[in-house]
């Protein structure tokens, strides 16, 4: 095959595969998630229309409040972050910044009594009408 019609070809694929992959987002799932090596949690809660990230680690917690991006709704952002969410299937949350993002699988679903024992900050940040954000650093 000639080098001009071969590279047509990849970009006609790639093309392809980046459609199915935009079109194969679906909203955020609550859960509770991890890295492949269990070094950080993320936990993804809903109460109505108003959805929270918790992100736990040995090094501190961070409870925010989580938007749909106006630019693409199938990305969500972490209030005062940089930071950004994509449930890429049902149990694979995609963490990071767009184009550089981490895959996160699915530990357990996240429950009423998940919400009855949560911290403070995240029944407050389930509850309020504002954009919220809260951080903690542990001492090491």
Same mark, same amino acid.
């Given at each position: 095959?000639? @080098?001009?019609? %071969?590279?047509? %070809?990849?970009? /006609?694929?790639?093309?392809?595969?980046?459609? $199915?992959?935009?079109?194969? $987002?679906?909203?955020?799932? %609550?859960?509770?998630?991890?890295? !492949?090596?269990?070094?950080?949690?993320?936990?993804?809660?809903?109460?109505?229309?108003?959805?929270?990230?918790?992100?736990?680690?040995?090094?501190?917690?961070?409870?925010?409040?989580?938007?749909? @991006?106006? /630019?693409?709704? +199938?990305?969500?952002?972490?209030?005062?972050?940089?930071?950004?969410?994509?449930?890429?299937?049902?149990? %694979?949350? @995609?963490?990071?910044?767009?184009?550089?993002?981490?895959?996160?699988?699915?530990?357990?679903?996240?429950?009423?009594? +998940?919400?009855?024992?949560?911290?403070?900050?995240?029944? !407050?940040?389930?509850?309020? +009408?504002?954009?919220?954000?809260?951080?903690? !650093?542990? !001492?090491?």
């Amino acid at each position: 095959m000639p @080098l001009k019609q %071969t590279l047509l %070809t990849l970009a /006609s694929t790639s093309l392809v595969l980046a459609s $199915a992959t935009v079109a194969s $987002a679906m909203p955020l799932q %609550t859960g509770v998630y991890s890295d !492949e090596r269990q070094r950080y949690n993320i936990t993804i809660t809903q109460l109505d229309d108003q959805i929270c990230y918790v992100g736990n680690s040995i090094r501190g917690m961070i409870v925010a409040s989580v938007t749909p @991006l106006p /630019s693409n709704t +199938d990305i969500y952002e972490i209030n005062q972050s940089v930071t950004v969410l994509q449930q890429a299937a049902q149990n %694979t949350l @995609l963490f990071g910044s767009v184009g550089r993002m981490s895959e996160f699988s699915r530990l357990r679903d996240w429950s009423d009594a +998940d919400l009855e024992n949560a911290e403070p900050q995240v029944r !407050e940040c389930l509850t309020t +009408d504002e954009p919220y954000f809260y951080q903690v !650093e542990f !001492e090491i």
